[in-house]
């Protein structure tokens, strides 16, 4: 029976504030790293990310052998107490959390540990990098992390003690596979890889395995795009040191790193990847790894990383559980809405129309006779309030009212059409079009800011949901926002999305993470 050592962990910048975690999971008879994962989760607590990242670890673990044992270490005093049932879990942010990672594997499968956060370096980089691929607005990219390669070796783990999960390996990533895989389609370019023993060790301990994956496209049109990874290992026997060199450059068009079809992102750009790894110092000599891989052509494409957003949903394992599942019905019609005025979270706050409260009965019998709606949460304002309740009236069910899921706040703008605004404030305007940072002129809310309030209320409401299909009653930008941030889509995007008063839209959200676009501005039942 297979072993894995799961080291995780997770953090927030504020606490609650931007948030991310690491995993990692390792063999833990060899100590190799066989799979790294992390995510920047939006806005969330300390614990909440740690409990994200233990799941991610275990869902990773399974993956690789759902017949396995489980040897899982944190940092974290409070997930390791509450996990192996010596604690209680009361908060309610965590508990849905925990029970999903107690579901993951047979409990006879997992034994936990706790660890002092010096020695969680692996995962704690991992999760440091998806805050800031988060904070750039970007994913974070197993290609592209150096988190393994700037944790420091440890030994690997016997049957009798665990041990820690990284073991002296080190990993060289994506710009030397996509080179020696161009180089050879294009019979350019040099060799991709070189290892060499040095006298002291033996040959066999130095070892260079490159792959090349294509990613199907997926949501992005156009071609595939190219994830490559290269590990290589390094083991310092007792007097010496194995030093590999790898050390590979695209001298041609052809030798491109990543390549993403052009597609939904527009033009053309090449892709620099250079990644520098690390030192692992045993006995007398150092171990030093180096690639440099670099795309020069204009058939380079957009960044890989877009593809990487949209691929990976679609092919999430299949036995996950249920998934959270959003209905997403925008409120009806207002007295401003035929006229398309500006109406957020700071103007009169109007009430439904008549148009606007049919349309919200009819909303209802058609939920109603699909009768799987368990829960019902509304904006806090009036026009969405009152769309709720006649929704909730007719499934029989209580109507929750949570902050999170109200209107942008536009600011001076409120009540004006486009036109007027146009005419009154157009460098705002502009500016507002250009930047999902810019605020409306009088201090309204940013594109930016109404992001990170989703974020957080979207996590606060999974894990508060899981498994379950819940009625979101809300508004134009809170919609186009969960369907944006989804889909991994640019802030651009809100602008492309037509969302009907009284239409429904639905997004599911899986216990890795993972999310998926089922349905969006249907009005079938207003027809």
């Known amino acids: 029976m297979r072993q894995f050592i799961v080291e995780a962990d997770g953090g927030s910048r504020g606490n609650p504030g931007p948030a991310g975690y690491g995993a990692v999971v ?34 990773a673990a399974r993956e690789l052998d759902p017949a396995a044992t489980v040897h899982v270490r944190m940092d974290s005093k409070l997930v390791i107490e509450q996990m192996s049932g010596r604690w209680k879990i ?6 849905p959390l925990a029970t999903q990672a107690a579901r993951v594997f047979p409990p006879r499968q997992v034994t936990y540990e706790w660890m002092p956060r010096a020695q969680n370096k692996h995962a704690d980089r991992l999760a440091n990098e998806a805050m800031d691929a988060g904070a ?37 990533r994506g710009a030397l596979a996509g080179a020696r895989a161009s180089a050879t389609a294009s019979g350019t370019g040099p060799d991709a890889a070189r290892a060499a023993a040095q006298p002291d060790a033996p040959a066999s301990t130095a070892e260079a395995e490159a792959g090349v994956r294509a990613v199907g496209g997926g949501a992005v049109s156009g071609s595939a795009a190219d994830d490559a990874d290269v590990r290589a290992a390094k083991a310092v026997g007792a007097a010496g040191a194995v030093r590999v060199e790898a050390d590979a450059r695209a001298a041609s068009a052809e030798a491109g790193v990543r390549a993403v079809g052009g597609g939904a992102v527009s033009g053309s750009a090449a892709d620099d990847a250079d990644v520098r790894a690390a ?39 299949a036995d996950m559980g249920a998934p959270a599942t959003f209905v997403l019905l925008r409120h009806g019609e207002t007295p401003l809405t035929p006229q398309k005025r500006f109406s957020g979270s700071g103007g009169t706050d109007p009430s439904l129309s008549d148009v606007g ?25 009036a026009r969405t309030r009152e769309t709720a309740g006649i929704v909730a009236a007719r499934l029989g069910l209580d109507v929750g009212i949570d ?92 602008f492309r999305m037509e969302l009907s008063a009284a239409s429904l839209s639905v997004v599911a959200y899986y216990a890795d993470g993972n999310a998926s676009v089922r349905l969006l501005n249907d009005t079938s039942h207003l027809r």
Do not use: C
Request: hydrophobic share 45%.
């Open 357 to 381: 409260r049919e349309q919200a009965e009819r909303a209802a019998a058609m939920l109603a006779g699909r009768g799987t709606i368990q829960a019902v949460v509304s904006s806090p304002l």
């Open 279 to 317: 030192k692992a110092v045993g006995g007398a000599e150092a171990a030093r790894v180096e690639a440099d891989g670099r795309a020069a052509t204009a058939e380079a494409g957009a960044d890989a990383r877009a593809a990487d957003v949209v691929a990976t949903p679609g092919w999430a394992p």
């Open 136 to 172: 750039r607005g970007e994913r974070w990219s197993e290609s592209a992390s150096t988190a393994e390669l700037h944790a420091a070796p440890r030994a690997a783990a016997t049957p009798e003690q665990p041990g820690d999960a990284a073991a002296g390996a080190a990993r060289v």
């Open 90 to 95: 009361k908060h309610p942010d965590m508990k």
């Open 403 to 494: 902050d999170g899921l109200r209107e942008t706040d536009f600011g001076a703008w409120e009540g004006l059409t486009f036109a007027e605004v146009r005419e009154r404030h157009p460098d705002d305007l502009n500016a507002w079009l250009a930047s999902p940072d810019a605020e409306p002129t009088g201090g309204g809310e940013s594109f930016a800011a109404t992001a990170t309030r989703l974020a957080a209320t979207r996590d606060k409401l999974v894990a508060a949901h899981a498994g379950r299909t819940v009625l979101l009653v809300t508004h134009v930008t809170p919609i186009k926002t969960l369907v944006r941030l989804a889909l991994g889509a640019p802030p651009e995007s809100l």
């Open 26 to 59: 390792s063999d833990a008879a060899t100590g190799e790293t066989l799979r790294e994962t992390a995510e920047y989760i939006g806005v969330a607590t300390n614990n909440v990310a740690e409990y994200r990242g233990l799941l991610a670890g275990l869902l």
